[in-house]
């Protein structure tokens, strides 16, 4: 599975953003997606996860702002980022997880999103 990530830029607080993560390849395979971001100096975090059977996952400092959804026909996940604040910004990275004998995580390269105060 490849995934490349789209949809980063410089926004003012309070402003919006939506990202996109393309996957391609075995793509039937998998289990859930997800969008984990990491801040200059910290650790990668999980932000939001959507498993195939439409069951959403939200770090708690985002919920009520940000929605991550799937667009199947275009094998896409979307994360629509919404009343952003300056402590969101951070590189934002793609995962898809496929179960099988054993877990396989998958990442995209990243996309960087930058919030203005």
């Known amino acids: 599975v490849q995934l490349q990530a789209s949809g980063g830029g410089l926004v003012q607080a309070g402003g919006s953003l939506r990202l996109s993560c393309v996957a391609s390849g075995t793509v039937s395979l998998i289990n859930s997606v997800g969008w984990y971001r990491q801040a200059p100096g910290k650790q990668r975090d999980l932000v939001a996860t959507?498993?195939?059977?439409?069951?959403?996952n939200y770090a708690d400092s985002v919920k009520g702002r940000f929605t991550i959804s799937r667009d199947n026909a275009k094998n896409t996940v979307l994360l629509q980022m919404n009343s952003l604040k300056p402590e969101d910004t951070a590189v934002y990275y793609c995962?898809?997880?496929?179960?099988?004998?054993?877990?396989?995580?998958?990442w995209g390269q990243g996309t960087l999103v930058t919030v203005s105060s």
């Open positions: 959507l498993t195939t059977d439409g069951e959403t």
């Open positions: 995962n898809a997880v496929r179960i099988g004998i054993r877990r396989s995580d998958f």
